[in-house]
């Protein structure tokens, strides 16, 4: 299973590659191990059992199944999630023909990014031949390995043959990326333009300037959405192909026009609405993009430098709507959008081929996945505030992760409907759900809650709703439906960043403590505080001047049910935050403390740790607070929790200081809390290694079990493993979330993300949730 932050770190450092230095690009693929990829194992080899069932004898068993029935390949072997990368070096990037092996760290680079963003297993294969013939021969030789074979770099006319016979003869998907990939990604591209201008693809003159395996299968692929033929025009080195020029290969007749009167580019481009280059730097002057018609679509995708440069293309004209092939500009065509998932989708369904109905099944999900609001850690990817369906994001970016579980499920549909798929999918959202797991990016828990907060919203106050990621986390948890959002601020400022930053306030309430018209609700909140707080040394005054603060008037609407909910601590000290949920809310009877927890999603599953935020130094009776805490607070999402006491030393051995102070703790939990399943102190890895634990400890209370909540001895520890696990990519998390408190009143970590915000917000519902039931006499936990 790979991880989601991990990727985007991975994918991030490629994105920069064009920016580094020649020193830079070979100290990456030469230091360490050589190279970017490796062979992994997949089953236990440790012991001389694991060994003989890897190979001889265990291994005879799949090799006779195999032998009645080569499609059980698929059960016993990689087959179904192997993916050739075959490529003789001809038409290497922009490089040209340097050779099979000069082309190798391509195809490595090709086969890290089928595993990064795919989960997709890759040989990378460097075939010596340029005998189309031959090269056919050699690849349907080494076929039977595979469940799929992307051709790369393989120069054209050669590119059309080879691909042609080997989809004919063979029965696996097969695609030359460098054809279709692009055709795909700038077909979707495409008709998003489209759509913005308002123009219809059935009447748009389209220039393609260039006439390579890319452009050919561009144009095919334009006409198969719509287009007219007699609307497409060709341009090559040598100027308009027309069907009066000689030595045209097949390829270049298939598009030849039979107008007389385009010579040129210029003549070509005059009066079109859409140009798309697959050619060289600087053919595309501003002079001919000020002939276009209105409205011009110039899809420039030269690499590395475009047939006109961004800055050129934006100064021609200010109704251009323009794409490169570039990531440091808008609207990038990038074939990394496409072919992961198209194989992803092909595997899964064990698709003999990839068809056009696939094709444009791709094109027509990435099309309108760029429609679809864009998930926070794409902006933060990019660097960028809030990316939006316009003239500059006409295609999803690269690291979005839903083209995954949006393109693959597209393109398995479409080999099922056309009758090229060996296997059937019925549960659609079971499939997603698996990719989403394949590539680390599944909380099944966090997605239960979001239906559950869906199913009843409750209105949450943002406290903080002058802070740019809480004003989009209020948007986001809108647009989801889980709650109901209340934002405390001046109505112009927040309304004025809004506007700035392209959020939807619609339906969304503003709350201006400070304002007139709320003079009545201070009063009266500020009255049921000093009736609360009164023997604690508040006073009426005091009160009334604690209402023109964010955190007291928040915390005060959810105290007397003008809210449910309330999120808070983006900014204001986390100190401050507790100290007025303290007055105003209340500490939860039976406890004297509160404390923050944190849930970990992980490859090896759900875990939970306390304390994350509050309690620095706690002695031994906060310490068994936070157990009994972190006890309810596990329950409540649906957990049986199995706890342990987290210290640096095992089960008495350090009789003093911090080992000591869990060990009374443990023993006082024991005696108070017979039916908690608890047990320490010990240290984390004789916590998590079952076997270790009881093997070596057979007295422990948590025999047999697997631990899923750790209670660290100080906030230093705690906070620290958190953040490592985090930081390391080894873990998705959620929080903090408080615990003890007597109504749902959450606090921030400063530096939470806009998907932190929200994940917050549906804990907070959640929470209101159960003090709804609670009320009504009804079970107080998740279920």
Known sequence: MLNLRLIINIII??????????EDALNYHKQGKPGKIEVVPTKPYSTQTDLSLAYSPGVAEPCLEIE??????????????????????????????????????VMEGKGLLFKIFAGIDVFDIEVNEKDPEKFIQAVKAISPTFGGINLEDIKAPECFEIETRLKEELDIPIM??????????????????????????????IVVNGAGAAANSCARLYICLGAKRENIVMVDSKGVICDTRSNLTDQKKEFATSRTDLKTLADAVYGSDVFLGLSVADVLSKEMVRTMAKDPIVFALANPNPEISYADAMDSRG???????????????????????????????????????????????????????????????????????????????????????????????????????RIQIEDWE?????????????????????????????????????????????????????????????????????????????????????HDREEERRTRYASLLTEKCGRDGMTLPDALEKMFERNYFGMMMVETGDADAMITGSYTNFTESINAAKQVIGIREGV?????????????????????????????????????????????????????????????IDKTGSPASVHNVVKRLHAECPDMIVDGEMQV???????????????????????????????????????????????????????????????????????????????????????????????????
């Open 319 to 421: 109704d251009i709507l323009f794409a490169t092939g570039r990531s440091d500009y808008p609207n990038q065509i990038n074939n990394v959008l496409g072919f992961p998932y198209i194989f992803r989708g092909a595997l899964d369904v064990r698709s003999r081929t990839i068809n056009e109905e696939m094709k444009v099944a791709a094109v027509r999900a990435i099309a309108e996945l760029a429609k679809k609001p864009v998930p926070d850690v794409v902006n933060a990817a990019y660097n960028l505030s809030k990316l939006s369906f316009g003239r500059s994001y006409i295609i999803p970016k690269p690291l979005d992760p839903r083209l995954l579980t949006t393109v693959a499920p597209a393109v398995a549909k479409a080999a099922i409907d056309s009758g090229v798929a």
């Open 685 to 783: 890895n004789i916590a998590l290694n079952k076997k270790l634990r009881d093997e070596k400890y057979s007295f422990n209370k948590l025999a047999g079990r697997d631990v899923n909540t750790l209670v660290f001895p100080n906030l230093s520890s705690a906070n620290t493993a958190s953040k490592l696990l985090l930081e390391m990519g080894l873990a998705d998390m959620i929080g903090p979330i408080q615990m003890g408190l007597n109504k749902p009143i959450h606090i921030l970590d400063v530096e939470s993300s806009v998907r932190d915000i929200v994940n917050m917000t549906i804990v907070a519902v959640l929470d209101a949730i159960v003090e709804d039931q609670k009320r009504n006499n009804k079970v107080g936990d998740l279920v």
């Open 176 to 205: 030359h990326d460098d054809q279709h990939g692009t055709a795909i990604i700038s077909a979707a591209g495409l008709l998003n333009a489209l759509e913005i201008v308002g123009k219809k693809i059935e009447e748009v003159k």
């Open 68 to 105: 009645k029935d080569p499609d059980t390949a698929y059960d016993y072997t990689a087959k179904g999630n192997l993916v050739a990368v075959i490529s003789n070096g001809t038409a290497v990037l922009g490089l040209g023909d340097i050779g099979a092996l000069a082309g190798k760290p």
């Open 430 to 514: 079971a499939y997603k759900d698996k990719l989403r797991e394949l590539m680390g990016s599944d909380n099944k828990m966090l997605r239960h809650f979001v239906e559950m907060a869906r199913q009843s919203p409750k209105r949450v106050v943002f406290s903080e709703a002058n802070l740019l990621n809480v004003l989009k986390a209020a948007e986001l948890a809108k647009a989801e439906g889980v709650c109901h959002p209340i934002l405390l601020g001046n109505e112009e400022r927040i309304e004025k960043m809004a506007a700035e930053n392209n959020i939807d306030l619609a339906g969304i309430e503003i709350v201006n403590l400070r």
């Open 592 to 652: 004297h403390n509160i404390a923050a927890m944190h849930i970990l999603n992980t490859k090896k599953g759900t875990f939970f740790m306390a304390d994350t935020l509050f309690n620095r130094h706690p002695n031994t009776d906060v310490l068994v607070d936070i157990a009994k805490l972190a006890n309810d607070a596990v329950k409540f999402f649906n957990h049986q929790p199995v706890m342990a006491m987290i210290s640096y030393s095992n089960f008495g």
């Open 13 to 22: 450092k490629y994105y920069t590659m064009a920016k580094l230095t020649r």
